[in-house]
């Protein structure tokens, strides 16, 4: 039988039942609120951040193909938009969502990493966001963090990018970006695509010829950096400096 709506015009039987992902999308929200992002599963997190491209529609296996295709919730945010773009039913706002949420994880972990009262003081925070920015990376890439005398941040560049596994550096002009800056201090990070933080021979050597020409001018190399996947190698640290 077929019932009437309030405007007079015949519906289906059901017509105003709720999508059945309705009361899961509530559920979330309130868990989120109430409890934090620790309480939810990769893929629940990722539906929520898919809402914005699909307000109304069940992103929950759109979540998982992209987990299935990535991994885990670091490297979906994380992949190149073109590589995102290749999951079916992702369309551009669902791949900018993606992207926003890796852009605010690194702004935020910038922030916290240079709020201290200096660099080397703040230098957990400091490591959390060099690997925030460049462990996912799949090319080199090389930046130097200058100080001024009281190791507070002048200025955090990138100098370099490479392929795979090579990132050419050169330490004159590292060391000549310092002194216009008027930089006291340096720390060096770039990261290996590969995942394994092992400097390499090439990483030491260059290492030292930096060390060297920096400290001929008067400026400290404090350490360098090598971000892996999960893990990092600071030369200083290692005895390697």
């Known amino acids: 039988m077929t019932e009437a709506s309030d405007d007079g015009k015949a519906k289906r039987p059901g017509a105003d039942a709720k999508p059945h992902y309705h009361g899961h999308r509530a559920r979330l929200r309130q868990r989120l609120t109430r409890t934090g992002g620790e309480s939810l599963e990769d893929y629940e997190l990722l539906e929520m951040i898919l809402w914005a491209g699909n307000p109304r529609g069940d992103t929950k296996p759109l979540a998982k193909a992209l987990l299935e295709a990535f991994g885990d919730f670091a490297h979906v945010i994380s992949a190149a938009p073109e590589r995102l773009q ?9 791949v900018a969502a993606l992207k926003s949420v890796e852009a605010a994880a690194i702004r935020l972990t910038r922030t916290r990493a240079m709020s201290g009262a200096t660099v080397l003081s703040s230098w957990e925070t400091l490591v959390d966001y060099c690997k925030a920015d460049m462990a996912y990376r799949k090319t080199e890439q090389f930046r130097v963090l200058f100080l001024d005398r009281k190791n507070k941040l002048i200025a955090d560049e990138l ?16 060391v ?8 006291s201090a340096l720390i060096m990070v770039h990261n ?6 092992m400097p390499s021979h090439a990483d030491i050597e260059m290492t030292k010829l930096v060390r060297d020409a920096a400290k001929a001018v008067g400026v400290t190399l404090h350490d360098h950096l090598v971000i892996g996947k999960g893990q990092e190698i600071s030369f200083r640290s290692a005895g390697l400096l």
């Open 192 to 197: 290996h695509p590969s995942g394994d933080p």
């Open 176 to 183: 000549k970006r310092a002194l216009q800056l008027e930089a």
């Open 159 to 174: 100098q370099q990018k490479g392929t795979v596994d090579h990132t050419p550096v050169y330490p004159r002009e590292v």
């Open 86 to 94: 290749e999951i079916k039913g992702l369309g551009e706002t669902g």
